[in-house]
């Protein structure tokens, strides 16, 4: 199998880099989260292991409810990689809100919305949900993103996700989400109300976690002006 060495670099993110690579054949993401020289050289490794090991099993959970996500090839513990499904055409949901118009922002904050309540009434929650972990493709004409009914979006970067999700976990994740929009997209008011009512719509039983999500939300605000 191809080994980073020999693939072309195509991301260089803070806890990972992303290549161009191959698996039989079929082009893939070739995703490598490489050593972090401030960490004990112990620790890193099993966090690295950890982080694998739960974006690994996110990825196949996702695929067994019917929500799209890469498809996992391969992925080595030791090697600190994992081969993946690539969406050439994919682009990010941060670049689709940033160029989009107020259609397209709701159909993507509906849809964001769903998945998330799919995820969560299965107890998976994902851990670090920010606009750039998740991408928006086009699976008949590529590159052409103006209709939405053509469109899916794909959740993906699950390396902190959590598989046994109390209310907390999924309130906690929820609050992480509406902090990244706030810091992300100056349309976040127009993205976070209508993303929670498409979540609760299609999560029956979310009570819990939305009250979870309003009690963080409330100590956030509480931290925040006692500065
Ligand atoms: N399977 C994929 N297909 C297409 N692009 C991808 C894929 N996986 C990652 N990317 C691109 O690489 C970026 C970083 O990947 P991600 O898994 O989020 O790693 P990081 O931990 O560095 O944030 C994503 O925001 C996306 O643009
Ligand atoms: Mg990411």
């Given at each position: 199998?191809?080994?980073?060495?020999?693939?072309?670099?195509?991301?260089?993110?803070?806890?990972?880099r992303?290549?161009?690579?191959?698996?039989?054949?079929?082009?893939?993401?070739?995703?490598?989260?490489?050593?972090?020289?401030?960490?004990?050289?112990?620790?890193?490794k099993?966090?690295?292991?950890?982080?694998?090991?739960?974006?690994?099993?996110?990825?196949?959970?996702?695929a067994?409810l019917?929500?799209?996500?890469?498809?996992?090839?391969?992925?080595?513990?030791?090697?600190?990689?994992?081969?993946?499904?690539?969406?050439?055409?994919?682009?990010?949901?941060?670049?689709?809100?940033?160029?989009?118009?107020?259609?397209?922002?709701?159909?993507?904050?509906?849809?964001?919305?769903?998945?998330?309540?799919?995820?969560?009434?299965?107890?998976?929650?994902?851990?670090d949900?920010?606009?750039s972990?998740?991408?928006?493709?086009?699976?008949?004409?590529?590159?052409?993103?103006?209709n939405?009914?053509?469109?899916?979006?794909?959740?993906?970067?699950?390396?902190?996700?959590?598989?046994?999700?109390?209310?907390?976990?999924?309130?906690?994740?929820?609050?992480?989400?509406?902090?990244?929009?706030?810091?992300?997209?100056?349309?976040?008011?127009?993205?976070?109300?209508?993303i929670l009512?498409?979540?609760?719509?299609?999560?029956?039983?979310?009570?819990?976690?939305?009250?979870?999500?309003?009690?963080?939300?409330?100590?956030g605000?509480?931290?925040?002006?006692?500065?």
């Amino acid at each position: 199998m191809a080994e980073p060495d020999d693939c072309v670099l195509l991301k260089q993110g803070a806890e990972a880099r992303i290549y161009l690579s191959a698996y039989k054949d079929t082009p893939c993401i070739l995703k490598e989260r490489f050593p972090k020289k401030f960490r004990h050289p112990e620790l890193d490794k099993q966090l690295t292991r950890s982080r694998i090991r739960a974006e690994v099993k996110a990825l196949k959970t996702c695929a067994t409810l019917g929500l799209k996500t890469p498809q996992v090839f391969a992925s080595d513990l030791d090697k600190r990689t994992i081969h993946m499904e690539f969406f050439p055409f994919a682009i990010t949901a941060k670049d689709y809100i940033i160029n989009g118009n107020d259609e397209q922002i709701t159909w993507i904050s509906q849809e964001i919305g769903k998945y998330l309540a799919k995820m969560h009434s299965n107890k998976l929650v994902h851990g670090d949900l920010t606009t750039s972990n998740v991408l928006v493709y086009n699976e008949a004409s590529e590159d052409d993103f103006s209709n939405t009914e053509e469109l899916k979006i794909i959740f993906i970067d699950f390396g902190l996700s959590q598989h046994e999700a109390s209310a907390e976990d999924k309130g906690v994740d929820l609050y992480v989400l509406e902090r990244a929009l706030l810091s992300t997209h100056s349309v976040a008011d127009q993205i976070f109300p209508t993303i929670l009512e498409a979540y609760k719509n299609e999560y029956k039983n979310c009570a819990d976690a939305v009250r979870k999500f309003e009690e963080v939300r409330a100590r956030g605000r509480k931290r925040t002006m006692v500065g």
